[in-house]
């Protein structure tokens, strides 16, 4: 995979934690309401159409 192997991806997983740990549940909150949302929206728009 592009030539990274699996110590490559290891070493740059534990620094992304490490830098961004703390924001994480926030950001995977907004995702998860965002997408909820965004599945909202779709339904009632096919909905509309039938």
């Known amino acids: 995979m592009f030539g990274i192997g699996t110590t490559e991806l ?13 924001r994480i549940p926030q950001t995977m909150k907004s995702l998860g309401v965002g997408l909820a949302e ?7 728009n096919t909905d509309a159409e039938a």
Do not use: E, M, T
Not at 38 to 44: L, P, Q, R, T, V
């Open 10 to 22: 290891l070493v740059v997983g534990i620094v992304v934690l490490v830098l961004f740990g703390n």
């Open 38 to 44: 965004f599945k909202k929206g779709i339904n009632s």
